[in-house]
């Protein structure tokens, strides 16, 4: 089972899949993470230069480099344990690239970027995409005191056309699960593992 997570920065993705490999694990099943991008030596050097705030990138380059990123991830590590039958949990997918890179940065089309998606991942799609809803104006509050990161220094716009791509995947994308981020920690937990619960 592939699970992946879906937000703006400050949505509280990291603690939620925390709490549900715990969970997971107590239930007996095997369980990895990986961020977006890297997990792995090449994903996390490419992770290097994205997040570089010395670095200027162009919108179109910052694309293929997410891209490369995952297509390393998805052959040397996320398809080998999912035939395994080990549940794979990922900290952001290609849904962001839609959202930062389609919506955000306007780099090309869409559907370019949906097939440029498809190869990256031998069309690979995730049983389950969580998106962990916030409002902008949480996010900034939530963020405010963090030291700021290349992706992150976009500014306000950038982010506003960014919930916009994710508001339009949540009602568009079937398996998009959209779960109240502002609620408490342990009843999105719960919300969480809910709509998990009857597939495990």
């Not at 955000?104 to 998606?117: C, D």
């Not at 902008?136 to 916009?164: I, P, Q």
Request: no cysteine; hydrophobic share 40%; net charge negative.
């Amino acid at each position: 089972m592939l699970i992946t997570f879906e937000g703006i920065d400050g949505s509280g993705k990291s603690t939620q899949i925390s709490l549900l490999k715990e969970k997971l694990i107590q239930l007996g099943h095997q369980v990895e993470v990986f961020r977006e991008p890297g997990g792995t030596d090449v994903s996390e050097m490419i992770r290097g230069m994205l997040l570089n705030p010395d670095l200027e990138i162009d919108p179109v380059t910052e694309l293929l480099l997410f891209s490369s990123a995952r297509s390393q991830l998805i052959a040397e590590k996320v398809r080998p344990l999912l035939e395994e039958n080990v549940i794979v949990i990922l900290d952001r997918f290609y849904d962001s690239t839609i959202a930062y890179q389609g919506y955000g940065r306007k780099s090309m089309p869409i559907e370019q970027i949906h097939q440029i998606n498809a190869a990256a991942t031998k069309n690979l799609v995730p049983d389950f995409t969580f998106y962990l809803r916030l409002s902008l104006d949480e996010a900034a509050e939530r963020t405010k005191n963090f030291e700021k990161d290349r992706m992150e220094r976009a500014g306000d716009s950038f982010y506003k056309r960014v919930f916009e791509g994710f508001e339009h995947l949540a009602k568009t994308e079937p398996r998009f699960k959209t779960i109240n981020a502002e609620k408490d920690i342990d009843v999105i937990h719960q919300n969480i593992f809910n709509e998990l619960e009857a597939e495990l």
